[in-house]
């Protein structure tokens, strides 16, 4: 057997679900052409608040900044929204967000409702919700939604859905099952649900830059926080609150952060590409086992090829693009296109200061999110957008797994892969099944 078909068979596998074939084309807003459909696409109505109506409680699961932060953008989302329970594993992230709810929104969560543990997320669910918002490490997320729809229980996910094929296979049923239950699942990808990006989207994919050639995404920025391990901490504390630099909890940044980029990307071309062709190093980071760097090519079936690449690391140039190429131009996302001699042709008409005119505001999407969320339980019109982050998760996992190994890597072989990330039980002591390995690309790697 040649070596490159042993290295594969290290970290991919096939798995009885290679039936399902590709997952999303259908749901998404343009094809991969990008030739506009017959029909125009028109911008859908936001509102910048719920609809009233009886009161919803949601339960949050995952107390840090941004668990607390999704708390507070959802009773920011309309009237009648309370936040009723709260599970964590740590004391201090239940103590720190119950402090910051009562500061900010005058919100006092019962004692009797804080919930610590690997189990809490299950109180939190049987606590008499309605709603959970799922904001842990993404490890955890797919446990997390399966237990939620399984309770009939509304959901806000945060991304990225999982860290592996398993996990992302597992939400992909789990949200098909939430549809057939009229249960309303809404992801933080934040992009999709914001009104100049919805715009520009709608644009391109009405063809006002021809069709779609191809893309260039970047996301450079500084290093990323990290945690110095204490010596009372055990191997699971320390990696949980330092999860951020490990690939299992996180995913690695590719697909922990980048994601938002991707995601972008994805809903421009509107189906998963066939094939990742990945790179990617470690120079600075000095805790975990994650990179530093990706730069990843993504190539669909058309021969469109995407150019994607991510940084972290400090006293470097920081940037951020979303350029989508066209035969007659090219469009930044967040809100302008542009001709092929650089001549701008539109952008998004914000309103000046002082304007009322509701039209064109744009609402924080952290808040618009969950506005949407409400929306749907309370007019009946579910709103299910898991399918789209299962495909963004996916792509950035390929990615990752074509930078840590140097292989190519197709969209059939990792969606159905049984690649799983994490210990078999989750206990605070030693950790055992996970190596803490960097990995390097064209020798077998342990950790995937």
Known sequence: MKNEELNRRNFISKSALGTLGVIGASGLLASCSGKPRKKKLKLPVLL???????????????????????????????PNLQITALGDVFQDKIDNCRAELKKQKNVEVADENCFIGFDSYQKVIDSGVDVVLLVTPPHFRPAHVEAAVNARKHIFMEKPIAVDPVGARSVLASSKKAESLGLCMVSGTVRRVQKDY?????????????????????RNGGALWYRNRRPEWTDMEYMIRNWVNFCWLSGDHITEQFIHEIDVMSWYMGKPPIKAIGWGGRQRRVTGDQYDFFSIEYVYENGVR????????????????????????????????????????????????????????????????????????????????????????????????????????SWDEMFNSDLYLGPKKYVFGEVYDIPNEIPHAGVPNKAI
């Open 48 to 78: 910048d608040q719920a609809p009233d109506g009886k009161i919803l409680k949601a339960g949050l699961v995952g107390c840090g900044g941004r668990g607390t932060g999704a708390a507070i953008n959802f009773l920011d989302a309309g």
């Open 198 to 218: 919805m715009e520009t989207q709608r644009r391109v994919a009405n063809g006002e830059i021809g069709e779609i050639t191809g893309a260039n995404i970047i």
């Open 306 to 409: 995407a150019n994607c690449a991510a940084r972290q690391i400090n006293g470097c140039s920081n940037h951020k693009l979303q350029q989508i190429n066209g035969t007659k131009g090219f469009a930044d996302a967040a809100g302008k296109l542009f001709d092929y001699q650089g001549n701008e042709i539109w952008k998004y008409p914000y309103p000046e200061e002082g304007d009322t005119d509701p039209k064109w505001k744009v609402t924080t999407p952290f808040v618009q999110e969950h506005i949407n969320l409400v929306t749907g339980i309370r007019t009946g019109n579910t709103v299910n957008d898991a399918e789209a982050q299962v495909n963004s998760t996916l792509m950035t996992i390929m990615g990752r797994i074509s930078a840590y190994t140097g292989k190519d890597v």
